[in-house]
């Protein structure tokens, strides 16, 4: 079992900045992948960015160039660093993590999620 806290969630006006923290507990096995995904009004939910034990990152193309994922091992740690924030971006964001070795993490479903943290963009 792995257990997830995120924080960092809040309100922020449009173009602002805002950095996403989920602390990851428990049997944790290597390799594995945290990320962040969200849930958009009326759209599925979007694997928002992803970070592998490994070294790789993944990102979804409507945050490209505006959110960078990062993470410390040592602390079982991942962060979201979100700039340039849009109205569209308003909405919970779940740390999401796997937990072992899978060949194409983009492809399969997280083995456990967050809480979740509720972003705001707005004037």
């Known amino acids: 079992q792995v257990h997830l806290v995120e ?9 602002g900045s805002l ?10 096995f290597i390799p594995n992948a945290m990320g962040w995904t969200r849930q958009l009004p009326g759209k599925q939910r979007e694997l ?4 592998t034990s ?3 990152t993944n ?15 040592a602390k079982n740690t991942v962060y979201l660093q979100m ?16 937990n072992g070795y899978y060949p194409n993490y983009v492809l399969t479903q997280p083995n456990y999620w ?9 004037s």
């Open 7 to 15: 924080s960092g969630g809040g309100w922020v006006q449009p173009g």
């Open 19 to 28: 950095r996403l923290s989920c602390a990851a507990s428990g049997n944790i």
């Open 48 to 51: 928002v960015a992803l970070s």
């Open 54 to 56: 490994r070294g790789s």
């Open 59 to 73: 990102y979804a193309d409507s945050v490209k160039g505006r959110f960078t994922i990062s993470r410390d091992d």
């Open 83 to 98: 700039n340039s924030l849009k109205p569209e971006d308003t909405t919970v964001y779940y740390c999401t993590f796997w």
């Open 114 to 122: 967050g809480q979740g943290t509720q972003v705001t963009v707005s």
